[in-house]
């Protein structure tokens, strides 16, 4: 099992220069979500979904190395506040491992936001997932019962030549950048997700309106 310790910034990600940056992020989470939605081993994440608070999505992360390497990617999280879809609000997520790989991987990972404690961990500077928040990975296959008890449960569908990425230590961070570029303006996750100040009608139809038919059951 490849040891995974707190290290975000050992896995440096391009800076957003334009919206059209944060907006190309926004429409591969879209994609990402159809693509676990139409998966017949996710049965469970498909019926559990309307039983969470939001979705946090990373429609690519990059795990590379020989030797020690790391992983890392940009990721995107909205939620329902107040009955309505908020968001996205964007973060970088980073992880290390020790032990010996070889090759690159690229995963997709798709987080249900299940508790109130997630959600304010994702408010925060940086957390720890893991730590501040507990993690766990969802169950997969065809008439699952099992439920795990974890305030983020989290799917990874591994593209490259390993299984899927744990994320648990992994580094969540807001994308100052990202936000800024996407909305105009600096915002913080607060701004976007518990507040709703910030919105962008691009979003709608590239990722929240997904979300909606999700949690919907359609």
């Not at 957003?16 to 989470?29: G, I, L, N, Q, R």
């Not at 879809?85 to 997520?93: C, I, R």
């Not at 790989?101 to 997709?108: I, N, P, R, T, Y």
């Amino acid at each position: 099992m490849l040891i995974l310790v707190l290290a975000a910034a050992s896995f440096p990600v391009q800076a957003a220069t334009s919206f059209a940056d944060a907006e190309k992020e926004v429409v591969a989470a879209g994609k990402t979500l159809d693509t676990f939605v139409a998966d017949k081993d996710m049965e469970w994440f498909r019926g559990h979904a309307k039983d969470a608070k939001g979705l946090f999505i990373c429609s690519k992360v990059v795990k590379a190395g020989f030797i020690i390497g790391g992983s890392g990617g940009r990721c995107v999280f909205v939620a329902k506040q107040g009955g309505m879809w908020n968001g996205p609000a964007f973060y970088t997520v980073g992880t290390a491992s020790a032990g010996f790989q070889a090759g690159v991987q690229d995963s997709e990972i798709i987080g249900l936001v299940m508790s109130q404690k997630a959600i304010d961990s994702l408010m925060s500077d940086q957390f720890k997932a893991g730590g501040e928040a507990s993690v766990a990975a969802g169950p997969v296959g065809v008439g699952t019962k099992t439920t795990p008890g974890a305030d983020i449960i989290y799917y990874s569908r591994a593209k490259g030549l390993y299984g899927g990425v744990d994320v648990s230590g992994a580094s969540i961070k807001p994308s100052e950048d990202y936000n800024k570029a996407f909305y105009g303006k600096a915002v913080s996750p607060m701004d976007i997700i518990v507040h709703g100040v910030a919105h962008v009608p691009s979003a709608t139809p590239a990722l929240l309106t997904k979300v909606e038919k999700l949690y919907a059951g359609r």
